[in-house]
């Protein structure tokens, strides 16, 4: 075997950099200490007068974040994968000899993070500095949500009832490590999706309704760039139209049309845009029991072109970053799906850079 040289990790990285490190164009595209101020102010660490181990820097933590939402990685193995690969520890400023924070490390930050609600803010930093980069919303924005599966809970009928309440069943009160595993927040929904032809040709006469477990993720987007600009998290069996009135539609577009799917077509809301400013482009529901008219038909075809377009923003996420929730409570599903639009807010910029670049 070849002894290890001086220049080897040298030339290792270069390598990597021939090769195209996604983390490398993240470094060189995104400032990561615009999160230093959030993030600094929400984790109040002592100034060290008092003795023991300095804590990691935040915005090393932060990056850290970043890397496990990109490759939807445990605490575990992103221990493992920071003291692997060289690519990671070039993105987070680390050599051989560094100390690495390990997953409990990790667990207790996001955790800190989450108890603070502070995801909302260094989700706003971002989007600020998109901003100050001429990213403006424009051009109108589009309305949609997607589920976000979480781990099923096996709960006795009772208990269900109980969760539906907002009460705490009786048998877990008493049993702190039980209620500790159990999800008071997420709940089941139907996920309804077209039936397929069958072998024989025929169509089923009906389409497919899946039970679900879990939370739903809503999001706003910009036309123009695509980059989510508000967003919301509840539990899988939340109405999507009545969100649009709780802050998910963003006054700072500098167009005032608003695309969205029926589920999102109420006089509740048709009568808030009108209120607010808004033009509504949201599509019309078929009438009950009778055929959709021809020009209604037409209308909302024209309108799905558009609107199609935060489909995709959900396919980039749930394809490059499998998008599910891993933990407990609506806190923590918060926190996943606010660091998955913040990570996919990141990609977008690097995509539209490189378009730029490339022009």
């Known amino acids: 075997m070849k002894q290890s040289g001086f220049f080897d990790v040298e030339e290792r990285l270069a390598r ?5 490190d996604q ?3 993240f470094s060189r595209t995104v400032d990561f200490e615009v999160f230093r101020p959030d993030l ?3 984790l109040a660490y002592s100034d060290g007068s008092k003795g023991g181990r300095p804590p990691f820097d935040p915005v090393l933590m932060f990056k850290i974040l970043v890397i496990q939402t990109l490759n939807n990685l445990s605490d575990e193995r992103t221990e493992y994968l920071i003291n692997d690969r060289l690519s990671f520890m070039r993105f987070l400023g680390l050599g051989l000899s560094d100390r690495v924070p390990d997953a409990k490390t990790v667990w207790l930050f996001r955790e800190r993070l989450t108890q603070a609600g ?3 803010g260094l989700f706003n930093r971002f989007d600020a500095t998109l901003r100050n980069a001429g990213y403006l919303p424009m051009s109108g924005q589009i309305l949609d949500a997607t589920l976000v599966a979480a781990p099923k809970q096996r709960n006795t009928n009772a208990e269900k009832a109980d969760l539906r309440e907002g009460r705490i069943p009786e048998d877990w009160q008493d049993k702190p490590a039980k209620l500790s595993h159990k999800d008071r927040h997420a709940r089941w929904t139907l996920k309804f999706t077209k039936a397929k032809r069958q072998d024989d040709g025929t169509m089923p006469s009906s389409d497919l309704a899946i039970p679900f477990f879990g939370y739903k993720s809503h999001v706003s987007i910009d036309r123009k760039y695509r980059f989510i600009r508000k ?3 509840t539990h899988a069996a939340a109405s999507d139209g009545a969100r649009l009135r709780e802050g998910l539609l963003d006054k700072t577009n500098t167009a005032s049309t608003v695309w969205a799917d029926t589920a999102y077509r109420s006089k509740a809301n048709e009568d808030f845009m009108e209120k607010q400013g808004f033009v509504s482009k949201v599509h019309r529901k078929k009438p009950h029991l009778k055929p959709m008219p021809r020009h209604i038909q037409k209308s909302n075809a024209g309108k799905s072109v558009i609107r199609s377009r935060v ?3 959900f396919a980039d996420q749930k394809s490059q970053t499998g998008l599910f929730v891993r933990t407990v409570g609506i806190s923590r599903a918060t926190m ?3 660091l998955a639009n913040i990570v996919y807010n990141m990609r977008r910029l690097l995509f539209l850079e490189r ?3 490339s022009a």
């Open 16 to 20: 990597l950099s021939g090769l195209g």
């Open 118 to 120: 502070a995801i909302e």
């Open 40 to 42: 600094e102010k929400t």
């Open 336 to 338: 996943r799906i606010g």
């Open 231 to 233: 967003w919301k998290t």
């Open 23 to 25: 983390l490398e164009a």
């Open 355 to 357: 378009l730029n670049a």
């Open 311 to 313: 489909e995709h923003v």
